[in-house]
């Protein structure tokens, strides 16, 4: 399986071939300056350490150009060259040879730390002094060597020091440990005049220090220097895994301490030939001494290079550790303590591993050469559950740990294998295991975790390895504060090094949160609710709703002990809209930009800006408030108090009820709709948390307020005559009053006023009850009917209420009997407007029927798959879209409010009804209505569909349609059968209204009979 860690690990196989300097400043922005060379110097003597004479011999330095910089730099060869390069006799200090610390081509190894110059004395590190003195000030002796005197506190040899070509003398010497068991003893060295013919490495000159001891350095006219002594190697502590462990947590970790020589690390000051001081950088993240001395990783990517110094290899089956790669570029560094150089702490992920058994290595060299190395380690010990808690489960779409009393949670502590679980082997007292699941999926690393629930000490994200959890679905769920038995038998699953697990008995904890069962009903202030006669305010439909002058009774009911009273808060609620991919198929015929017609006519628009349905996100928005503490009512965990609308502030509108409790052990339960943050002991809501509002609406836990009646709109009042057609003389009186704005009154992204209906309670015609002469046409319109009334002047007046209580009382002037019935109004607004006629004007000339004051043009219709476009020249309709008629749809741009006003003849007479030919794809329909409703009312009677798409156009094969809404500037969609009901519904608004047209997407060719 490929995973980031695997494509890492085959990465890390490739050696680097140089290191690399990068001349930035720390990243850390703290200034460092310490310098890293391998010399120290004193007047005129200088000592360097290197590994052996052949080491001091070797040009390990190059040129080469620093990328970024463009500058020409002299670089560190890595590794070393094997022979050496420079002097005479390679492998041997010659009189006459260059003095070699002076050369600019050798690099002593860089042992200075903290101001002090260290060498080793083990025989594999570096543990060999090169002494140089300048010749100027140095009394030679008769053989022609300088004397350097080298101590070690208690013992002091005498040093030959062999004279150079160019002005110095020099010798080498070596530091050996007396307690190391090989007989070592010190040694003055070689004569002087055994320089002549060479000496090697065997002859040097020999001083025995121990560990942490020094070495004094003088020659007389020259100086002296010291240098300090580190005999051992770095060392490791809190290595996880341990020895036969699985790694912690699902990482591989561990400290690497060396308090004396120190290790090499990042930011590091070397010096160029130029005399400047550049600080090491070889990866290239400017991560300075915060993480030990790196060398940059080959390929595209260099950041987070391998360290030099310290190696982690992981190797599997019988592979040596050694033989395997090193992998320090995995994982991360951090320098403890204040000192660069001396501790620092790795932490890597192992969810690249794959089942098996593992062994890991770790090596480390500290600046002196000294080397420390681990023995492999290695996990042989059976995976068991160390903790089992009851109502967690894990959401795979969401990648996330959710809430669910049918769950059980396993923590194994140490990841387990993705595969090969057997739910037989796993049983649970008093239920049925169905399914397990495995929160690491086989494409997925386990980072992408968003959340895990957090239990008893464990309170952020992240903190456990989601691969050490198994999550086991029980066939019933559990009761609140049930903690069955569980039972993992043995050969259940592996971990991922393979060792499959016993037979364990386990007692799972509770975390299963308290649920809470929520009532509010709405009564008068000041009146005691009784729950089983009470409603809505009178309304048996809708939210529970109040108007300014009305209370809230809520009562909560838990289904458990709690710590404690529930905590209840109000929430005001955000609606954000968000994108949704476009829905397959067919789109609308226009395109952005595209000429269409006389003139260069662009159409408006790329088309639906929401191709499909609208979506939004649910939020907790401004108005957010704690209410006042639940009083406990009448029995154990039950609580109910009564709420003023005073007391919800500014709440107006739709708003939410959240209750949020902890049981004994504290686990969060909240309503349904808003999820605490924390499973256990979890935050109150706050402004932004997340709400689902289709929950919470079928918990009935959304609540609104209605302040005003109908909106603060005057009710629509529409006075009609109509003659009979036997006897003309014979006139009846209709007066349709409408209440839409009632239904109207806020909208909060899908979902929007649940009451609509209002109710009369009084009406008069001309001061006679006339409750009788009134119809209810729907939830807010009504008809008074007058059969031949016989005045010519009438009053009607009414009261009329809401659902909240809310009322107010109208008068209606009706003018004289018989007046003619007025033209047909359609309202454009400012911009394009999608628009139709209920049936074809008496005068169906464009022209005639759209006003020539110049505010309207063009004017485009799409019929039989062409268009057909008008503009206005000078006063006059020029084009091929010459009538206005009904059953077809018209796009209209208008540059300032206007009104459309045409007299339709009566379409009650008609023997034929009216239709529209429709061709296959795309058809700009309109709205014919025999009835003539008002721009925005549904067409036909109130038992004709109520403005259902699906009614209106059942004579076709549709598949959607589109409508444009002008003053919110935005597409309407609709879809067949998007009522699930099947019937009109009164609490959505209708989707077909006079007045609108309609894109509509036809499968074959066919007949529209509205």
């Not at 506190?153 to 160019?166: C, F, H, P």
């Not at 002990?561 to 609606?575: D, N, S, V």
């Not at 006139?731 to 979902?751: T, W």
Request: charged share 25%; hydrophobic share 35%.
């Amino acid at each position: 399986m490929a995973c980031r860690i695997t494509s890492q690990l085959l990465k890390t196989s490739l050696t680097a071939a140089a290191l690399v300097l990068l001349f930035a400043p720390s990243a850390s922005g703290q200034p460092f300056d310490q310098r890293t060379e391998g010399r120290i110097d004193t007047e005129g003597l200088s000592v360097g350490v290197f590994a052996d004479i052949a080491d001091a011999q070797t040009e390990k330095m190059r040129r080469a150009m620093y990328e970024p910089t463009g500058d020409i730099v002299s670089l560190p060869v890595e590794p070393p060259p094997a022979s050496a390069t420079l002097g005479n006799t390679p492998g041997s200090l010659t009189a006459g040879d260059l003095a070699f610390l002076h050369d600019p081509r050798v690099a002593p190894r860089p042992t200075l730390f903290d101001g002090a110059l260290y060498a080793s004395n083990s025989p594999d590190a570096y543990n060999t002094l090169l002494i140089s003195a300048a010749a100027a000030g140095v009394t030679a002796t008769e053989e022609g060597c300088a004397i350097a005197e080298v101590s070690t506190g208690g013992e002091v040899i005498t040093v030959q020091m062999a004279a150079t070509s160019d002005r110095h003398y020099q010798a080498f010497v070596r530091i050996l440990d007396p307690r190391s068991g090989q007989g070592h003893v010190s040694s003055d060295g070689p004569s002087c005049g055994d320089y002549a013919a060479g000496v090697g490495g065997a002859r040097l000159a020999t001083v025995l220090a121990r560990h942490r001891g020094d070495v004094s350095i003088r020659v007389a006219g020259a100086g002296t220097v010291s240098v300090e002594v580190d005999g051992e190697g770095p060392e490791f502590f809190e290595v996880t895994p341990e020895d036969r462990r699985e790694a912690h947590k699902g990482r591989i970790t561990f400290e690497v301490h060396d308090i004396d020589s120190g290790l090499r690390h990042d930011g590091e000051l070397v010096i160029t030939p130029d005399g400047d001081y550049k600080p090491v950088n070889a990866d290239g993240d400017n991560v300075t001494y915060q993480e030990p001395l790196t060398i940059a990783n080959e390929g595209a990517v260099r950041l987070n290079g391998k360290a030099a110094d310290i190696d982690l290899q992981v190797a599997q089956g019988g592979q040596d550790p050694r033989d395997a790669p090193d992998i320090t570029d995995s994982g991360d560094w951090e320098m403890l303590g204040e000192r660069p150089g001396v501790t620092y702490y790795f932490s890597a992920d192992v969810d690249f591993l794959s089942a098996g058994r593992h062994q890991l290595g770790l090596r480390a060299v500290d600046r002196v050469g000294n080397v420390s190395a681990t023995g492999s380690i290695h996990d042989v010990t059976p995976p068991s559950v160390v903790e089992a808690w009851t109502g967690i489960a894990f959401d795979h779409e969401r990648n996330r740990e959710v809430a669910s009393r049918s769950w059980i949670m396993l923590d194994f502590g140490e990841p387990v294998s993705d595969a090969g679980f057997v739910a037989g082997r796993i049983g649970v007292s008093w239920n049925r295991v169905v399914d397990v699941v495995h929160s690491h999926a086989p494409e997925g690393a386990f980072e992408t975790v968003t959340q895990l629930i957090g239990t008893a000490g464990v309170s952020q994200e992240h903190e456990v390895d989601p691969r050490s959890r198994l999550y086991v679905r029980l066939a019933w769920p559990l009761q609140p504060d049930e903690t069955p038995e569980i039972v993992l038998r043995a050969g259940a699953l592996q971990d991922v090094a393979g060792n499959a697990n016993e037979q364990q008995v386990i007692t799972s904890r509770d975390g299963i949160g308290p649920g809470f069962t929520v009532r509010v009903v709405a009564v008068e202030e000041g009146v005691d609710p009784d729950f089983t006669t009470h409603s809505i305010s009178g309304s048996s439909s809708g939210r529970p709703v109040v108007n300014g002058e009305q209370s809230f009774v809520v009562d909560v009911m838990a289904d458990e002990e709690l710590a404690g009273r529930p905590a209840l808060y109000f929430t005001g609620i955000r609606a954000q809209e968000i994108e949704n991919p476009a829905i397959p198929g067919q789109q609308p015929p226009f395109t952005p930009g595209r000429p269409l017609g006389p003139g260069g006519v662009f159409f408006p628009g790329a088309g639906p800006g929401r191709p499909g349905q609208q979506f939004y996100d649910y939020t907790i928005g401004e108005g957010l408030r704690a209410g006042a503490s639940l009083a406990r009512h009448d029995e154990e965990q039950h609580w109910r108090r009564t709420y003023t609308a005073s007391e919800l502030g500014s709440f107006d509108g739709l708003f939410g009820l959240v209750i949020v409790g902890e049981d004994e052990h504290g686990n969060t339960g909240a309503t349904p709709g808003w999820t605490p943050t924390n499973h256990q002991q979890g935050a109150p809501p706050a402004l932004g948390n997340a709400l689902d509002l289709y929950a919470m609406d079928d918990a009935r836990l959304l609540l609104e307020v209605d302040r005003q009646f109908n909106g603060g709109v005057r009710p629509r009042e529409h006075v009609t005559f109509r003659r009979h057609d036997d006897d003309e003389s014979e006139v009846d009186l209709f007066v349709r009053l409408d209440f839409s704005e009632e239904g109207l009154e806020y909208e909060k992204g899908e979902f929007s006023d649940s009451h609509g209906t209002v109710t009369i309670t009084e009406i008069t015609l001309d001061g006679e009850d006339a409750m009788p002469l009134l119809t209810r046409l729907n939830s807010g319109a009504f008809e008074l009917l007058a059969h031949n009334p016989g005045e010519s002047h009438h009053d009607v007046e009414y009261t009329a209420m809401d659902d909240a209580g809310n009322h107010e009382h109208f008068d209606v002037h009706v003018h004289p009997l018989g007046a003619e019935e007025p033209p047909y109004e359609v309202q454009l607004s400012p911009g394009w407007n999608l628009i139709s006629l209920p049936g074809t004007p008496e005068q169906p000339a464009l022209g005639d029927v759209v006003p020539s004051r110049g505010l309207v043009t063009p004017v485009l219709s799409y019929q039989d798959g062409d268009w057909r476009t008008a503009i206005l020249d000078d006063g006059v309709w020029r084009g091929r879209l010459e009538q206005i008629v009904g059953g077809y749809g018209y796009w209209m741009f208008s540059i300032a409010a206007e009104t459309i006003a045409v007299d339709i003849p009566d379409q009650e007479r008609r023997e034929k009804l009216p239709s529209v030919p429709v061709t296959h794809g795309w058809n700009l329909l309109g709205v014919i209505d025999l009835f003539r409703n008002e721009q925005g009312e549904p067409p036909g009677p109130e038992d004709g569909g109520g403005g259902e798409a699906d009614h209106y156009f059942a004579t076709i094969p549709w598949r959607m349609a589109y409508t444009f809404d002008t003053p919110r500037n935005r597409w309407v969609r609709l879809i067949p059968r998007d009522d699930d009901a099947g019937t009109p519904d009164d609490t959505e608004p209708p989707e077909i209204v006079n007045g609108r047209g309609y894109w509509v997407w036809s499968e074959e060719p066919s007949t529209l009979v509205p």
